[in-house]
């Protein structure tokens, strides 16, 4: 195993996230002429998608998942999150509304991110999560990090 893996923001997936954007921006735009709050905030909300699809889309190293035997790192054009894997007690599949992916299990000693793990679980029902945005299939996103934390985890 190598001591480094890194998986890239999806290109298809990116090209979805702004195609999609772009059609909700296009019924708000329409939908502004008989419900013109809705339609403005259609528009505003899923405007803000428009760059981020372009960025995952011509830029994938932007938006990653990196792990090392340390832990992982997320990291997006707006933030970078570092985990220990001594921090954490399992990773497992979830979906919320139908969006699959990864729910972050955090160990019972974490202190790190108490309030924005209080809401997320109240939000969401799960303290943490990875999104279904990169360059592999989420099972086996999950199966790698599940071995990686088995491994790490007992030599950190």
């Known amino acids: 195993m190598a001591d480094e893996l890194t998986f890239h923001a999806s290109r298809g997936k990116a090209a979805l996230i702004l195609l ?18 809705i339609g403005w905030a259609c528009m505003i909300f899923f405007g803000l998608g428009i ?7 011509f830029s994938p190293n932007s938006t990653y998942l990196r792990l090392d035997p340390e832990g992982f790192e997320m990291g997006s054009f707006v933030k970078k999150t570092r985990i220990k894997w001594t921090d954490v007690a399992g990773f ?4 919320i509304r139908g ?18 793990r209080a809401v ?15 360059n592999a299939p989420l099972a086996e996103v999950l199966k790698t990090l599940n071995e990686w934390r088995a491994r790490y985890s007992r030599t950190a």
């Open 99 to 116: 969006a699959k992916m990864i729910a972050i299990i955090y160990a019972p000693h974490y202190e790190g991110q108490k309030i924005g």
């Open 92 to 95: 497992e599949l979830a979906s």
């Open 120 to 134: 997320s679980e109240n939000l969401s029902g799960m303290e943490g999560a990875i999104g279904n945005a990169y």
């Open 51 to 57: 760059p981020v699809g372009l960025i995952m889309l």
């Open 20 to 37: 999609g954007a772009i059609a909700f921006v296009v019924i708000g735009y329409f939908m502004r002429l008989e419900k013109p709050f």
